[in-house]
T-cell receptor, first 113, second 113 residues
Framework: AQKVTQAQTEISVVEKEDVTLDCVYE???????LFWYKQPPSGELVFLIR??????QNEISGRYSWNFQKSTSSFNFTITASQVVDSAVYFC??????????FGDGTTLTVKP | DTAVSQTPKYLVTQMGNDKSIKCEQN?????MYWYKQDSKKFLKIMFS???????INETVPNRFSPKSPDKAHLNLHINSLELGDSAVYFC????????????FGPGTRLTVT
């Protein structure tokens, strides 16, 4: 069975600090897909990034970067120079070939001014 | 243009009632989903439809019945509402199955009194 663990329930940082959100997953499939979603206080869920199991390249998008390591089954998310607008709940998710998505329990990030 | 829309946004009802939540997507996606997010923000998949066919049906009480009249719509009907059904229900869609990112509706906050 697939599983996603986000060990950090809550993180609080001060603006301009860098912060890393951890995501560890378990799956028996060799083909799978990993995602990060953001849920700001307004409540909507917003897609951030998708990675397939064959693509271990790290990705950077502005202040956001993602580190995918199959050897440790991790897909961590780093925000550089955090801003108050980054305050949100962040979800890591895994989909196996069968198509079912499993979400982690989420990490609540609070960025204080 | 709203990509994934849900109605109503808020739903307050008494125990024992039957209610429906409607979802529509105008993205041309083949797959639609229903998720339940509880008060702790845990997000769990309930159902998934691909081209009007049910493909994922998680362990959900049979009081919950999804209906997909066409691939742009996925409605959720709930019979005999219970206090524990209080949650935010999200509809989502994706281009194909779980390998693609999902686009979420704004959520429907259901309160059962």
């Amino acid at each position: 069975a697939q599983k996603v663990t986000q060990a950090q329930t809550e993180i609080s940082v001060v603006e301009k600090e860098d912060v890393t959100l951890d995501c560890v997953y378990e799956t028996r499939d060799t083909t799978y897909y990993l995602f990060w979603y953001k849920q700001p206080p307004s409540g909507e869920l917003v897609f951030l990034i998708r990675r397939n199991s064959f693509d271990e390249q790290n990705e950077i998008s502005g202040r956001y970067s993602w580190n995918f390591q199959k050897s440790t089954s991790s897909f961590n998310f780093t925000i550089t120079a955090s801003q108050v607008v980054d305050s949100a709940v962040y979800f890591c998710a895994l989909t196996e070939n069968a198509g079912k998505s499993t979400f982690g329990d989420g990490t609540t990030l609070t960025v204080k001014p | 243009d709203t990509a994934v829309s849900q109605t109503p946004k808020y739903l307050v009802t008494q125990m024992g009632n039957d209610k429906s939540i409607k979802c529509e997507q105008n993205l041309g996606h083949d797959t639609m989903y229903w998720y339940k997010q509880d008060s702790k923000k845990f997000l769990k998949i309930m159902f998934s439809y691909n081209n009007k066919e049910l493909i994922i049906n998680e362990t959900v009480p049979n009081r919950f019945s999804p209906k997909s009249p066409d691939k742009a719509h996925l409605n959720l009907h709930i019979n005999s509402l219970e206090l524990g059904d209080s949650a935010v229900y999200f509809c989502a869609s994706s281009q194909t199955g779980g390998s693609e990112e999902q686009y979420f509706g704004p959520g429907t906050r259901l309160t059962v009194t």
